[in-house]
């Protein structure tokens, strides 16, 4: 089994969330050692069990509440490991993740999934081997390793993704759950965190609650008060994509799109690849549409393209090639 961690083009084009969008209901005793699938080892299994929920540093992931975790990916960064109950050791690594998420003051949180109780997300992240370990960050999926790698590995890894994930505004902390409370000589005397403005403090909450509106109704407020605001800004286009591909058929969507001179059904597609971590597809698939049409149409693609370099991030270098392809069409 690799160790090595592998680059981004790894997963790319591989990795589509806008199929669990609408996941089906879990299966019954479904998670580590349940009724769905027997553990291979039973002390493994527990090992690898993290709090309940959706909240905390430490939680399961399944295919009904994944979606929850790409939202709270908006706040701040996810981790989530893959692992399989036929192989005990891949869920120990789950458990490893979540201390380096309580040693870092809950700056991330880890999600465990196994893969034998989550058809879905298997099928979704297309996991050939366990566990692997990923990110959302944005809502996008970003390749972190494959294989069970020791802390001291490990850290490197997260202190890159925490860089990048303050580069575009993601600096949000994990509320630890019930079980991530520190013990008495933990944690003593460390700063505490600053709060945040209302107006983003409602918004967090509002993403963690589901709530897609209710968080683009607190984006907006942060606007009016300050219409520099970049993170509100971005946390608004980074809403808005999720709300317009809320119960989409993705199916429907590319078989819509095959006139590109279609630009409604253009633009839906190129959000749809965007939720889905294929960002370049996105960006060309829009600029292809601003080359094809004219006047308002022409735009209107423009101007969506635009959107999508916000919910990406003006740090992404796949953002700065889509500035430089759509002046070339343009001009």
């Known amino acids: 089994m690799t160790q090595q961690p592998f680059p981004p083009p790894a997963l790319r084009g591989a990795v589509d969330l806008s199929a669990l969008k609408r996941p089906a209901a879990p299966a019954r005793g479904a998670g580590p050692g349940g009724a769905g699938t027997p553990s291979a080892s039973g002390g493994a299994a527990d090992a690898a069990t993290p709090t309940g929920g ?8 399944t295919d009904a509440t994944f979606q929850e975790f790409v939202n709270a990916s908006l706040r701040y960064p996810v981790v989530v490991v893959l ?10 690594f789950a ?15 880890v999600v465990s999934v196994d893969v034998d109780e989550n058809p879905g997300l298997l099928r979704a992240l297309q996991v050939q081997q366990v566990p692997v ?21 490990v850290q490197p890894v997260i202190d890159e993704l925490l860089q990048v994930a303050v580069q575009n505004g993601i600096t949000g902390r994990v509320s630890a759950g019930p079980d991530d409370a520190p013990s008495a000589d933990e944690e003593v005397g460390e700063e505490s965190e600053p709060e945040l403005p209302p107006h983003l403090a409602a918004a967090f909450d509002a993403i963690e ?3 897609l509106e209710g968080a683009a109704t607190a984006y907006e407020q942060a606007l009016v008060a300050n219409p520099a605001d970049a993170e509100a800004k971005a946390g608004l286009a980074q809403v808005g994509l999720l709300r317009r591909t809320e119960g989409v058929d993705p199916t429907a969507a590319r078989a819509a799109a095959s006139d590109p001179t ?17 960002v370049e597809d996105a960006f060309t698939r829009l600029v292809d549409t601003v080359r094809a049409t004219s006047g308002d149409e022409r735009n ?4 969506h393209l635009l959107e999508l370099f916000e919910v990406v991030g003006s740090g ?16």
Not at 95 to 109: C, E, I, P, T
């Open 95 to 109: 458990k490893v993740m979540g201390g380096l998420a309580a040693s870092n003051q809950g700056r991330f949180q």
């Open 262 to 278: 279609d630009v409604k059904a253009q633009i839906l597609l190129a959000d749809l690849d965007v939720l889905g971590g294929h």
């Open 209 to 211: 609650a589901g709530d």
């Open 300 to 303: 209107a693609a423009r101007e």
């Open 54 to 61: 959706t909240a905390g540093l430490f939680v399961t992931g």
């Open 316 to 331: 992404d270098e796949r953002v700065a090639a889509g500035r430089r392809a759509l002046m070339s069409a343009l001009f």
């Open 83 to 92: 692992w399989s109950s036929r192989l005990p050791e891949s869920g120990d």
């Open 133 to 153: 370990t990923m990110a959302l960050l944005q809502g996008r999926p970003l390749p972190l390793f494959v294989g069970p790698l020791l802390p001291q590995e």
